[in-house]
């Protein structure tokens, strides 16, 4: 079956109304160097009428409110200088497509893809540097009536979870709301600004050769986890504690280091409960708010312990965010915990189910399947997902592994 995907129209995005031309300066979490990159998402939509229509008007709407994403980021000139946005309303790239089959021709796009993955997102105008863009929207119709919202955000300006505020936004808007049910709230001024290191080294960026692999578990399958740590510890853990612990003990297994060579989970945590007395209490803070968690244990420790203990280490890693995050916050800390190392000791996971999303409605109901990609051949990188719908349970998309290493990381993630 021929499938082909046509671009339509493609056109920036202005806020509908007049909006402040502001100069906006960022955190020193969203400054940091590593964010300054692209995260692309597919949202597949099962129903839709005119849904780039309407989608479109929204954002309209939508960047009155969250008008620095209308503007442009601007590098600084001078060596001392810092990344900030310019607030100009020049607007948000929005590209209409439309594709020659229906969603169920291409399993919702389930892995793997029968639709090349870059014909779904959007390309900004030749001459245009994408990383100067802080959004990137493409919407392309199906034939059966469904759509796919392509996305394509730079992480300096919102993390995850702004990143789902502003799409749940827009969503509001296109349902008929005047005004987003969250006020949303800049004041990056209120994440704390410690005092600066020394710079060292620029970080480097390996290459390695990973290769991709997705597990789907039951809601069974977790609950059996959850199950047995509570029989071990009396206390409950996480959806997330047992979906990482049970990927970074299978890649441990696989890429079998020496015994006491140490090895790396690494995660965002959430922080705004930590910044409760600065953050508004209605919420609406959309700008990066997270603290790099990592967790060290010997490759023996994490290859011969039980799962339930994995989960315990881990567990451990996450109780100390308080301390950690608060002594990082008045300048307490030798290392720069946002300066990260990507060795293939270390694995990087990034937790999507709790973002918005899953809950994000354009008029008709939640996505069916939604797909990130944040993969780099520099970093070993696990996402927890969810399957497409009406799956229910888990989905964790790697690519943290080599060739060599494949066949075991598969045997391991079996339940």
Known sequence: ????????????????????????????????????????????????????????????????????????????????????????????????????????????????????????????????????????????????????????????????????????????????????????IWSRDLIPNPPKLPPGPPPEFPSFSLQYHTTDFSLNDIMKIKAKYFESTGQRCSTFDASIAKVWQARVRAIQLGPQDLVHVCFFANTRHLLHQVLPTEGGFYGNCFYPVTVTSTSQEVQSAELVDVVKIIRNSKARLPVHFAKWAVGDFKEDPYELTFTYNSLFVSDWTRLGFLEVDYGWGPPVHVIPFAYYQFMAVAIIGAPPAPKKGVRIMTQCVEKEHLTTFQEEMKV
């Open 1 to 184: 079956m021929s499938i082909s995907v046509t671009r339509t129209t493609q056109n920036l995005v202005r806020p509908s109304e007049p909006t402040p031309s502001d100069t906006l300066y960022l955190s020193v979490i969203d400054r940091v160097a590593g964010l300054r990159h692209m995260v692309r998402s597919l949202h597949v939509f099962k129903d839709g009428q005119d849904a780039a229509r309407v989608i479109k008007e929204a954002l309209s709407k939508a960047l009155v409110k969250y008008y620095p994403f209308a503007g442009r980021f601007v590098d600084p000139v001078h060596q001392t200088g810092e990344v900030h946005v310019a607030c100009t309303g020049e607007g948000v790239w929005f590209v209409k497509a439309k594709a020659s089959c229906s969603l169920e021709d291409v399993k919702y796009l389930d892995h793997p893809l029968m639709i090349p993955q870059d014909e779904l997102f959007p390309e900004p105008d030749t001459g245009t540097d994408p990383l100067t863009l802080p959004l990137m929207m493409q919407v392309t119709e199906f034939t059966c009536g469904g759509f796919v919202v392509g996305l394509i955000s730079v992480h300096t300006i919102a993390d995850g979870l702004g990143a789902g505020q502003v799409m749940n936004a827009i969503g509001e808007i296109a349902r008929g709301l005047k005004e987003p049910n969250v006020e949303p």
